[in-house]
């Protein structure tokens, strides 16, 4: 019986990276990663406008202002490095990196801005599952591919990031599709 695809979509972010902090609960990073995940959709529909009240829009502009206030980084760019091609999944992602890289194996905290219209940065607990070299990868000699699978996020969150990367998926297609 042949298996559906996994869904995935390929994105240009910035990815950051650094060792998973010492302490950090499975618990502490699901409910960071749903608070980020609600930031973000909030961001877009005060964007969007229309369809959320005015009392919505205010608690919108509220929550995303106290979530920006307790990441690091400016406002206008969370995250100041170059952009690469990202694979992302409900599961995992996989990016385009140079050295320093991370070893196979190691638990990490990965930062991505998932949309580039929201300045909320997504933090995610991950385990490195390989780091390819450039030729064995298709990408140029020194460019790595490195590979993670997301860890420790609860049920609530990983049906979150699994709605997330949907929707993301769904946008990319459309503009594909869009004229122009």
């Excluded at 990073?29 to 995940?37: D, G, K, N």
């Excluded at 980084?73 to 990016?95: E, F, H, K, Q, Y």
């Excluded at 385009?96 to 190691?106: D, E, R, V, Y």
């Excluded at 219209?117 to 460019?143: D, I, T, Y």
């Amino acid at each position: 019986m042949p298996t559906e695809p996994a869904l995935e979509v390929t994105l240009e972010r910035v990815v950051e990276w650094q060792a998973a902090p010492d302490g950090h609960t499975a618990a502490e990073a699901s409910h960071e990663l749903l608070v980020t995940l609600r930031a973000i959709e909030a961001s877009l529909a005060l964007e969007g406008g229309g369809e959320a009240g005015t009392l919505s829009r205010i608690e919108a502009k509220l929550d995303l202002l106290l979530l920006m206030a307790t990441q690091t980084g400016s406002p206008g760019n969370p995250l100041a490095g170059a952009t690469t091609m990202v694979r992302l999944s409900p599961d995992g992602i996989a990016w385009q990196a140079a050295a320093p890289l991370p070893t196979a194996g190691a638990r990490l905290r990965l930062m991505l801005q998932l949309d580039p219209r929201a300045p909320v940065v997504l933090r995610l607990p991950a385990q490195v599952v390989s780091v390819v070299e450039g030729p064995q990868s298709l990408l140029p000699e020194h460019l790595f591919e490195v590979t993670a699978r997301f860890v420790g996020l609860d049920e609530a969150a990983q049906d979150a990031l699994s709605a997330a990367v949907f929707r993301l998926h769904r946008r990319a297609l459309q503009s594909k599709r869009a004229p122009g």
